[in-house]
Structures are given as C-alpha cells and as structure tokens.
C-alpha cells in the first residue's frame, strides 16, 4: 500500500536534511506521498502559532509525520520576534513538537544510541596496558514524554490559589518570605498510568530485540515521589519479564557510568527531562547529534525526528555542511514502525558501509569547527554523504 507521510521540515537544517531522508527512502524503493505541513519559527512569527490547526489536522489525517527540526527562544526573545500587529494580543509561544506530542499523546519516545563501526567519533578509553579500546555502545532510550517538567504547569507570579496550595507542603516554609513576583514554580507531575506504560514498551522491546536489562534512571533518594513512583511501578512490570534484570541509577551517576562501561546499559527508561539527558549524552558516545534519531509514538499518530536542533548559524551555508544521518536513521525508524523493516534494514547496512568505508564524512566527523572552510578541510557536502549512502544501498 503507498503511504501518505506528512512532511515537517520545521526550521533551519530541517529543511535541509528533511529532503535527503526522503532521498533515501526513495532509493530503497520505499514509494509514499509526501504532503508538506507548516511548524516552526516562521510561523510563530508570522501567525502567533508554530503549530497551525491545519498541520494538526493533516497527521490527524495520516496518522505518519517525518520531522525536521525547530527553533525555540526563551519567552521574552519570542515575543520580541512576533510580528508587531500580534504583539499584546496574548500569543505565547509553546514549542509545537512538544505540543504534537501532547496534543496526540505520543508519550513513548524511543531514541537509539547504537555505535557503527569505524565512526572517528566513538567512544574510546584506555586499557589497563596503556592502550585503548573501543567498546560497542548499543543503548535504547525509552523517554516519558508527555508529562514530567515537560508538562508546561508553571507559573512565574504564581496567583493566590497556586501559592496557597503550595504552601499547604511544609517544604514550602523556605519559600514564606519570598514574594510571589519573585517566584517562578515549575511542576514534575507524573501519573501511574504514563508511567507503567512507557515502563511496559521498554520491556517488551527488550524481550523483542535480546536486551538483557532493563534501567530506570530517575533520582529517587530527592524526588520522592515523582521517581518513587516510577520506580515502583517498575519492579511491578519487571515481575512479568523474569529474563530480564531491572536495574536503577540516580541521573547523575549515570552520566559518570557512561564514561566508564556504557557497552552495560541495554534499555533505559526515564522521565521526560531526565530522558532529554540520558539520550544526548549517550548520543555523544556514538557520534553525537548528527546520529541521533528518535520516534515519538501514540496510540494512532507517530512522528519521527532527529533530537538535533534547528542550527540557524548552518542553515544558509552554500553547499550545506550537515550531517543528514540522524534525519536518515529516523526515517528508518518509520520504516520500521510501518512494517517496512527490510527496507530500514538496507539503508542501515548502506550507511554502516560508507561509515565503515570512511572515504566520505561530513564536518563533524573529521571534528571540524562549522563553516564554509571545512570542504577545503576534506569534509563531503550533506548532499555527497546522501548519494555515498544511496550508491551503497
């Protein structure tokens, strides 16, 4: 059946590496309609909203979106920008792949952080004889991601009723001299349900694809409650997967296990930020952004993106310089997702080869500085490194 795939090039290098994945796809016989949707920066600016009703209603639709990439600024520097007719009227501004995965409740997100071999930019570390080694890092990510600090329930000024309901907790007693103009609250709210669910897909994909652990990576010992619970919940699913271990580290001893024995960690499971943390800076042993792929999935609409951002500073760079791998990667993810895998299979075992091979490589590969200076330097164009790969299908 050909697939319709809701396009979502978004801002900056979006619009550059969202082509090329489709590139690919289309040579790897992958045949689908692609109908182009409005998100991002520009229409922010232009209309108050980065999310238009009419893109919603296109994946509503489709129910399949391909994503590029976003820009998002700080409160006050997105009001500046918004043009001036619509300034004053109440428009704020709210990151719309958040609000895609909120609105459509694509609450399991799923990042892979799997090293190709030959990569310059693997983790490497030094053996007890003085020499070093490179372990094999194949680490999946399971991300809460419709709750947690990602929820947007803060205030800054919080009203009579929001203050008087906090200061109902004792904790809050350090807070009683300071005045509500002075105060921003920023809530982690965590439900049971959400919790168990995105618990219950990283087990299931564990079992499915061999992993032997299962790692819920929270902060239990201060945040009671919010990760007490998610714990919790995990040592009740584990109980149906016998086979595989459940383990548990405090978010900031795991970014120092990382550097140590990262080739430990099979599947990890974390609340929304927390997730944000862990997959970045797993995504650094393997490559960093330039091989970060994800897919955010719910019940009906899935959506699949690199977790690079929007990198103005590249995006009017003539030939570009960017590496569309993770772009490529995650459209294979949708690949798989659709039952397609023969297919993401094929261009996987292309881009392993032209890693593997290492005649071609962008920017960060060779561990280049940005610019229009790094051809002369040896790196490939964003275009060269998509007909490597397309020529290694």
Known sequence: MKRTIVSMPGDGIGKTVLPEAKRVLNAAGFEADYVHADIGWDFWCS???????????????????????????????????????????GYVYFSPIVGLRQLFDLDICIRPCRSFKGNPLNFIRRTNDGAFEEPLVDSVIFRQNTEGLYA?????????????????HPKMKAFKHVPSEDMAIST?????????????????????????????????????????????????????????????????????????????????????????????????????????????????VSVFEPTHGSAPKYQELNPSIVNPIAMILSACMMLDHIGEKEKSDKIRSAIAKVIEDGKVKTYDMLKLKGGPDVFKLGACTTQQMTDEIIRNL
């Open 47 to 89: 209309e108050g909203n980065a999310l238009p009703q009419r893109t919603i209603d296109l994946l509503k639709e489709h129910k399949i979106g391909l994503f590029g990439a976003i820009t998002s600024k700080p409160k006050d520097a997105a009001d500046k920008e918004l043009n001036p007719e619509l300034q004053g009227k």
């Open 188 to 300: 982690r709210i965590m439900s049971r349900n959400a919790c168990r669910r995105i618990l219950r897909a990283a087990f299931e994909y564990a079992k499915k694809f061999g992993y032997s652990n299962v790692t819920v990576c929270e902060k239990p010992n201060v945040l009671r409650e919010t990760s007490g619970m998610m714990f919790k919940e995990a040592k009740m699913v584990a109980k149906e997967y016998p086979g595989i271990a459940l383990w548990d580290t405090n978010i900031d001893a795991q970014m120092m296990w990382l550097t140590k024995n990262p080739e430990t960690y099979g599947v990890l499971v974390a609340e929304n930020m927390f997730g944000d943390i862990i997959s970045d800076a797993f995504a650094g042993l393997v490559g960093g952004l330039g091989f970060a792929c994800s897919a955010n999935l719910g019940e009906e």
């Open 152 to 168: 947007g329930v803060e205030w800054t000024n919080p009203p009579k009723t929001v203050r008087d309901a906090f200061e109902t």
